[in-house]
C-alpha cells in the first residue's frame, strides 16, 4: 500500500505525540492499510482510551510490553530496570520481523524514544528494525527525548513543545482526553 516506508518521530516535552501517531494509524487503516501499535512501558492493565477504540477496528493491531511499570518508581528499581530492558530488546526483535516481513503497512513504536533516551532500549535495536524493514513499511516513533543520533535516522521529526498546559493550573490527567 505504501509506495516508500519512511521513519517518522514525534518527539518533545508537549502534549500529542501518541495522538498524532493514532490518527496516521485511522488514516493508514482507512486507506486499507494493515497497523500495529506496539506501546511501550504502558502496560495491558492500563486503562487507556485508545485502547477501547480501536479495539473494534480489525486492521489495527494494538499491543503493550506487558511488564509492570511506574513512571514515578521503576526508574529507581534496579530489578525494574533490567526486566524491561530485556524485554524491550525482545519486543524490538519481534518488530524487526513484522517489518522485514511486511506483515504491516505501519508501525507504530509508542513511547521507544523515551525508552532509549532512558537508556531502557538500544538504539542498535531501533537501527536494525529501520535498517531490516521491507522498504514499504512506514515506522512512527514517539516519545520524550529524541537524541541526535535517532533524528539523524528520521525521514520527518516533528517536535511538540509545551506552550500552555492545563497541568501547570492544577490540572491533572482527564479520562477521554489524555489517557
Aim: hydrophobic residues 40%; neutral net charge.
Amino acid at each position: 500500500m505504501i509506495e516508500k516506508g519512511l521513519v517518522q518521530v514525534y518527539t518533545g516535552d508537549g502534549k500529542g505525540k501518541t495522538t498524532a501517531a493514532l490518527g496516521l494509524a485511522l488514516r493508514t487503516a482507512g486507506q486499507g492499510g494493515k497497523v500495529l501499535i506496539y506501546q511501550f512501558l504502558k502496560p495491558s492493565a492500563l486503562e487507556l482510551g485508545e485502547r477501547g477504540g480501536l479495539r473494534n477496528i480489525g486492521s489495527i493491531t494494538l499491543l503493550a510490553l506487558d511488564e509492570p511499570w511506574d513512571m514515578f518508581e521503576s526508574m529507581g528499581n534496579r530489578q525494574a530496570i533490567e526486566r524491561v530492558k530485556g524485554a524491550i530488546h525482545k519486543a524490538m526483535k519481534m518488530l524487526t520481523t513484522a517489518a522485514h516481513e511486511k506483515y504491516y503497512d505501519l508501525i507504530i513504536l509508542d513511547e521507544i524514544v523515551f525508552c532509549l533516551s532512558k537508556g531502557l532500549a538500544l538504539l542498535e535495536d531501533v537501527k536494525e528494525l529501520i535498517a531490516h524493514r521491507d522498504q514499504h513499511v512506514e515506522l512512527v516513533l514517539t516519545g520524550r527525548g529524541a537524541g541526535q543520533d535517532l533524528i539523524d535516522l528520521a525521514d520527518l521529526v516533528t517536535e511538540m513543545r509545551s506552550i500552555k498546559h492545563p497541568y501547570d493550573k492544577g490540572i491533572g490527567a482527564r479520562r477521554g482526553i489524555e489517557y
